[in-house]
């Protein structure tokens, strides 16, 4: 079964252990921004695509109600 991508993201971002994100030093400022960022759009991303899917449903509802 595949992983939400979310969960997968969150393996890539570590809980403020120094230990790991020594090891990404040279790059940990970007990478961790970048996969912050992308995280905070997917949320986003699928707030937006679930109130699209019942905006969607109610419409159709009311066109068969009427």
């Keep these: ?5 979310i969960e997968a ?3 890539f971002i570590p809980d ?6 020594a090891k990404l030093r040279s ?7 970048q996969l912050m960022l992308l995280r905070e759009i997917l949320i986003e991303l699928r707030k937006i695509n ?3 899917r ?7 509802k009311t066109k068969v109600g009427s």
Excluded: F, H, I, V
């Design 16 to 21: 403020d252990n120094p230990k790991k994100w």
């Design 9 to 11: 993201l969150n393996e």
């Design 50 to 52: 679930a109130n699209l």
């Design 54 to 60: 019942l905006n969607a449903r109610a419409n159709e």
């Design 1 to 5: 079964m595949q992983k939400d991508l």
């Design 27 to 33: 790059t940990t400022d970007s990478r961790r921004l």
